[in-house]
């Protein structure tokens, strides 16, 4: 399959690039945000952190996650530990979180762990983790990809595992970030 970074830099459309132009954003506009992504958000951080510990758990794998010292993520103290980690590792090769960040990723990770339905689903011998999945959208006629983080025969099941910050607001979160549509 394709590496992680390759595939971001595919020249496809993602979800929400493709509801953008349905919604009559200009292509042009919609290309251009897919070059130049605004940084991401803490919660971002988070996910992708708990998503990496997670998936490196199911495929028998060393996690690529450093955790900082207790300092926040705009002091130069944490931003000297991740150009150093970034040094060793390489630039976008490891998530760079606080303690802080690092300490709920992994208490996340170690309740999707322990689910029963995601045990169940990880325990199909065919599963395919992150596969990845090209066509053209049928609407808007772009070339589009996805990565589902879990493809299972057996069940017939397309999984995608997401957070949230408040589990009280979990519609609100699926409807704001179009979880949805994936």
């Known amino acids: 399959d394709i590496p992680n970074n390759d595939y971001h830099r595919m020249d496809c459309a993602n979800r929400g690039m493709v509801a953008a132009v349905a919604d009559g954003v200009p292509l042009a506009r919609v290309r251009y945000e897919f070059l130049h992504p ?17 998936e490196a758990r199911v495929c028998d794998r060393t996690a690529m996650v450093a955790f900082g010292s207790d300092v926040g993520r705009r002091t130069k103290a944490f931003e000297y530990f991740k150009a150093e980690v970034e040094s060793v590792h ?4 490891i998530i760079v979180v606080t303690q802080e960040e690092g300490v709920l990723a992994k208490a996340i990770a170690v309740s999707v762990l322990s689910n029963p339905a995601f045990q169940a689903l990880v325990a199909d011998p065919e599963k395919l983790i992150e596969p990845t999945v090209i066509w053209e959208d049928c609407d808007t006629l772009l070339k589009c990809r996805a990565r589902p983080d879990i493809y299972t025969p057996a069940l017939e099941a397309c999984v995608d595992i997401k957070t949230t910050s408040d589990a009280s607001k979990l519609e609100y979160t699926i409807f704001k970030w179009g979880y949805h549509y994936q």
């Open 38 to 54: 605004d940084p991401p958000t803490p919660d971002l951080i988070i996910g992708s952190a708990t998503h990496e510990i997670v």
């Open 90 to 93: 390489g630039a976008g090769k």
